[in-house]
Structure formats: C-alpha cells, structure tokens
C-alpha cells in the first residue's frame, strides 16, 4: 500500500491517496470525503457535570423506547441541506451501583423508539465504564433537530453519569460528549 499527498498546479485542490486513489479529498471549502462530501459543520457538546437516574434500560430483544433509562445528553443542529448525512458520536461515562448491563440510546426529537443503541457489561458495582455510540444517517430536513442520549443499566439501581454513586470523579474533567458532524451531498 503506497499513501502519498497530491495538490493541483494552483495549490487550490489535494487529495490523500491510497495505491493511486482518492481517499479523501480537501479544498479551501473544507474537507470532501469520497463521492465528493464536504463536511458542512461540526456541533458538540461536552459535560463533567454530575448527573443520576434511577429508570432502567433493559438489555432485551425491543428498541430502546423515550420512556427507558433517564436522558443524560442532547444536543440541536439546523442542517444545512436536507440530502446531508448527519454522523453522530456518543462517549458516556456511566456507573452503577449495582453489576449491570450499562445502555446508551439515541433519540431524535420526539420519537419514542431508539435510532441505536450501545451496551457494555459493568462487572463490578460503583464501577465506571465509558460506552460509545455512532450513527449515521440521512438527515432529511432543513429545520433544527435535537439528538438526546438516554442512558441506565438493565437492573434496578442508581446510574450515574460522570462519576461513581452520584460523586464526581477526577474533579470534573471526566467528561460525556455528543458530537454531530454535517456532510453535504
């Protein structure tokens, strides 16, 4: 495999390559990737804050619905093309007090069931566990939208977000973040 950086005799357009292929290509517009997709824009929001719910999320065969786990994160964009491809990461720093299986689930707007869902086994009680979620999806509107992660574990027992049996850790710098980038068509 042979990677190599190339750019136009003005200096106005490059592409990483990969055995002579464009892999990812830029210009002074921002990055384009693969069938020509510019990343359009990029909303985050990040938290060390404290937070804890008692509603569990069970670890079973249904999506996710609103009314399981308790909503630790949520965050609004206004895309600017309704072709865009919304890509969304999710990293949550989530406890228990008791063993348990830790879910994250994503929610947009008012909908009821789940986009995705991530799940990780804490094996220990008062642990701490980092969960991550991706989704990608087409995103279909031009008007604001929210994301919401909801989290808990499968059995009954405290959750806490940020830190272990609702006390902060690391001084408030063990953080949960939802990152949403916009790729134009």
Do not use: C, W
Not at 75 to 80: C, F, G, R
Not at 105 to 131: E, R
Not at 154 to 181: E, Q
């Amino acid at each position: 495999m042979t990677t190599t950086v190339r750019s136009d005799a003005s200096g106005t357009y490059g592409a990483l390559q990969v055995n002579g292929a464009d892999v990812v290509k830029f210009d002074a517009t921002g990055i384009i990737l693969g069938a020509g997709r510019r990343l359009a824009q990029i909303v985050t929001y990040s938290t060390g804050a404290v937070a804890t719910g008692t509603t569990p999320l069970p670890f079973d065969n249904t999506i996710p619905q609103s009314t399981e786990g308790d909503q630790y994160l949520s965050l609004a964009i206004t895309p600017q093309n309704s072709a865009s491809i919304l890509e969304i990461t999710i990293v949550a720093m989530l406890a228990s007090s008791v063993v348990n299986n830790m879910t994250l689930a994503l929610f947009q707007d008012s909908a009821v069931s789940s986009l995705a869902a991530s799940t990780m086994l804490l094996g220990i009680a008062d642990g701490i566990v980092a969960i991550s979620l991706n989704h990608i999806l087409t995103i279909g509107t031009t008007s604001t939208t929210t994301f919401k992660v909801r989290g808990g574990g499968s059995f009954a027992g405290t959750t806490t977000l940020n830190g272990v049996a609702g006390i902060v850790r690391f001084g408030g710098i063990l953080s949960s973040r939802i990152i949403i980038k916009e790729y134009l068509p």
